[in-house]
């Protein structure tokens, strides 16, 4: 038998990887979740399936917790899902990148406009899987928990500094995107399920698409 094309979830620690997973489950009672006692404190890197889905998830450990005693750590799991991206990148229809609302401007800030050496770990991350043409999805989780005028400012400066890495940003309007180097991002909340069923139909639109 043929094995299951693969969803790809990956971001910081603590940003809701486990609950959109559940989302996008038929059964959320049983998964569980892989969270550890702290954040990025997991490692395992394990595919999540049912039999009546399509595909099935692999949600790769967190990363980018910053306390100077976890670099080494932090190091580890960058170089344990290069590792893992390297072997299996062929086995992915498609990817969600998935990003806290509420932290955005505060890693913008610490890697890039106060720091002109350093690049954004996600944006890091996102250069290395299109190099292996792996189709992306950037969800900006917790969008229920910022105001208006500050979604659009961290929107604005999330999209022009991506610009300064290549990346071309641009809002999902519908489930193709035409042009190579436009990266979709989606406005989402877990909590409040914002823009599930456009998740849901992006998602199939690809599976589809690597059918």
């Keep these: 038998m043929k094995d299951k094309p693969s969803l790809l979830i990956m971001g910081n620690s603590n940003v809701g990887k486990s609950s ?16 550890g006692k702290q954040p990025g404190s997991t490692l395992l890197i394990k595919s999540i399936e049912f039999p009546q889905m399509l595909y099935k998830i692999v949600d790769l ?7 100077e005693s976890s670099r080494r750590r932090a190091e580890h799991i960058k170089k344990q899902i290069v590792i893992h991206i390297e072997k299996h990148h062929d086995e992915y229809f498609f ?30 991350l996102i250069k290395f899987l299109r190099e292996f043409e792996i189709p992306l999805l950037v969800i900006l989780n917790k969008v229920d928990k910022i105001s208006v005028f500050d979604k659009k400012r961290i929107i604005s400066l999330l999209i022009n500094s991506a610009k300064a890495y290549g990346l071309n940003l641009v809002q999902v309007t519908n489930e ?28 199939n639109a ?4 690597k059918g």
Excluded: W
């Design 176 to 203: 193709e995107v035409k042009v190579y180097n436009e990266i979709p991002y989606l406005e989402f909340s877990a909590i409040k399920k914002t823009n599930l069923d456009k998740l849901k139909r992006t998602i």
């Design 206 to 209: 690809f599976l589809q698409k």
């Design 95 to 124: 990817g969600l990148v998935i990003l806290n609302f509420l932290r955005i401007e505060d890693e913008l800030k610490k890697y890039f406009m106060e720091n002109g050496t350093t690049i954004p770990l996600t944006f890091e």
């Design 61 to 67: 450990p967190g990363f980018g917790y910053m306390k």
């Design 20 to 35: 959109i997973t559940r989302l996008l489950l038929p059964n959320p009672r049983k998964f569980k979740g892989k969270a």
